[in-house]
T-cell receptor
Framework: AQSVTQLGSHVSVSEGALVLLRCNYS??????LFWYVQYPNQGLQLLLK??????LVKGINGFEAEFKKSETSFHLTKPSAHMSDAAEYFC??????????????FGSGTQLTVLP | DVKVTQSSRYLVKRTGEKVFLECVQD?????MFWYRQDPGLGLRLIYF???????EKGDIPEGYSVSREKKERFSLILESASTNQTSMYLC????????????FGSGTRLTVV
């Protein structure tokens, strides 16, 4: 089975500081990994994804994540936080099941607050 | 711009009512999903569909049903709404050739009173 654990349901950083949101996964098959962002009163938007190839993945809005197989991690980082980064962030992993649909399993989310 | 459109942003329904949540996508995607989102629980899969008229239960299907008569439309039905179904409902879709990249609707916040 595939699962995702996001460490820290709430993270606060100062504007201009490093953002680090943690995600660990378990998967019995080579994982496909994703980060989504949800701004208030909106649906989720894809930030970045890892499927195969380069383990350092760059996404939108200056975010990046590194797939580390030995640590089963896919942490999300951004060098300098901006007020507009305040949102909820979800990590997800490809879910393998008997069905044909391309399912994802989502973590419980991390609320990022950016302090002025 | 490609879209997943959910028919209502906010709904208030009474206990026992039959409730329909509609989702339409314009990307010709094969796969469509209904999730509910609750604080601290993340997204939980209710039902999904990988083709017209095909549907499968997700993790929390009790109290819900779905309909997919056309490729672009996926409806979630609450047969008899209860207060514990008060939640944010999110629809998503993805194509067989999009490598699992989901497109989400804006969500429907349902309150059952």
């Amino acid at each position: 089975a595939q699962s995702v654990t996001q460490l820290g349901s709430h993270v606060s950083v100062s504007e201009g500081a490093l953002v680090l949101l943690r995600c660990n996964y378990s998967s019995s098959v080579p994982p496909y990994l994703f980060w989504y962002v949800q701004y208030p009163n909106q649906g989720l938007q894809l930030l970045l994804k890892y499927t195969t190839g380069a383990t350092l993945v760059k996404g939108i809005n200056g975010f990046e994540a590194e797939f580390k197989k030995s640590e089963t991690s896919f942490h999300l980082t951004k060098p300098s936080a901006h007020m507009s980064d305040a949102a909820e962030y979800f990590c997800a992993v490809r879910r393998i099941s008997s069905g044909s649909a391309r399912q994802l399993t989502f973590g419980s989310g991390t609320q990022l607050t950016v302090l002025p | 711009d490609v879209k997943v459109t959910q028919s209502s942003r906010y709904l208030v329904k009474r206990t026992g009512e039959k409730v329909f949540l509609e989702c339409v996508q314009d990307m010709d995607h094969e796969n469509m999903f209904w999730y509910r989102q609750d604080p601290g629980l993340g997204l939980r899969l209710i039902y999904f569909s990988y083709d017209v008229k095909m549907k499968e239960k997700g993790d929390i299907p009790e109290g819900y049903s779905v309909s997919r008569e056309k490729k672009e439309r996926f409806s979630l039905i609450l047969e008899s709404a209860s207060t514990n179904q008060t939640s944010m409902y999110l629809c998503a879709s993805t194509g067989d050739r999009t490598n699992y990249g989901y497109t989400f609707g804006s969500g429907t916040r349902l309150t059952v009173v």
